[in-house]
T-cell receptor, first 109, second 117 residues
């Protein structure tokens, strides 16, 4: 079956760095997306990886290793507004998105 | 960037009534739109894929006669929850891809919080 795993919850300190991991097993692979979702709001797009390596976008970076079925989202210089759930989603062979359950990130001052 | 508008953002209705939710792509055409449901503290659950000019494709376990989807144009899809019951209370979110390729990200509407009393 298809499966996306990511930690349920993480806690980090304002100003620090946090890495949210995502492992996947899917039928085919056409890219991996990271989304941010604040409580009570819809998800917003953060990043997309289809080739191995690191994609940097400001304070956020996303890494992919296709051979390991692994990705991570790296958040630097954490701010209180970064408190949210972070969703990992993989596009399978049919370009259907398979969603992880999300990682709730709690930022403490 | 691509914008998806969803309306209403919040609706409260009585049990047995029907509720229509609209999803519009404002600055791009979307031949396909997706409808999700999300219960508190749970992940997104795909309900159906809405195809312009043809019937929607429903996920297993989703009643097509209860959740009516119409995709009459390239910029508008509607979801109607018919004969709503309290267990239908949830956060409904639509999304659309800006491009046709699988690498194009989904852009989400702001969601509709439905409360059935």
């Amino acid at each position: 079956g298809q499966n996306i795993d990511q930690p349920t919850e993480m806690t980090a300190t304002e100003g620090a760095i946090v890495q949210i991991n995502c492992t996947y097993q899917t039928s085919g692979f056409n890219g991996l997306f990271w989304y941010q979702q604040h409580a009570g709001e819809a998800p917003t797009f953060l990043s997309y990886n289809v080739l191995d390596g690191l994609e940097e976008k400001g304070r956020f970076s996303s890494f992919l290793s296709r051979s390991k079925g692994y990705s991570y989202l790296l958040l630097k210089e954490l701010q209180m507004k970064d408190s949210a759930s972070y969703l990992c989603a993989v596009s399978d062979s049919n370009y259907q998105l398979i969603w992880g359950a999300g990682t709730k990130l709690i930022i403490k001052p | 960037g691509a914008v998806v508008s969803q309306h209403p953002s919040r609706v409260i209705c009585k049990s047995g009534t029907s509720v229509k939710i609209e999803c519009r792509s404002l600055d791009f055409q979307a031949t396909t739109m997706f409808w999700y449901r999300q219960f508190p503290k749970q992940s997104l659950m795909l309900m159906a894929t809405s195809n312009e000019g043809s019937k929607a494709t429903y996920e297993q376990g989703v009643e097509k006669d209860k959740f009516l989807i119409n995709h009459a144009s390239l910029t508008l899809s509607t979801l109607t929850v018919t004969s709503a019951h309290p267990e239908d209370s949830s956060f409904y979110i639509c999304s659309a891809r800006e491009g046709t390729g699988g690498s194009s990200p989904l852009h989400f509407g702001n969601g509709t919080r439905l409360t059935v009393t």
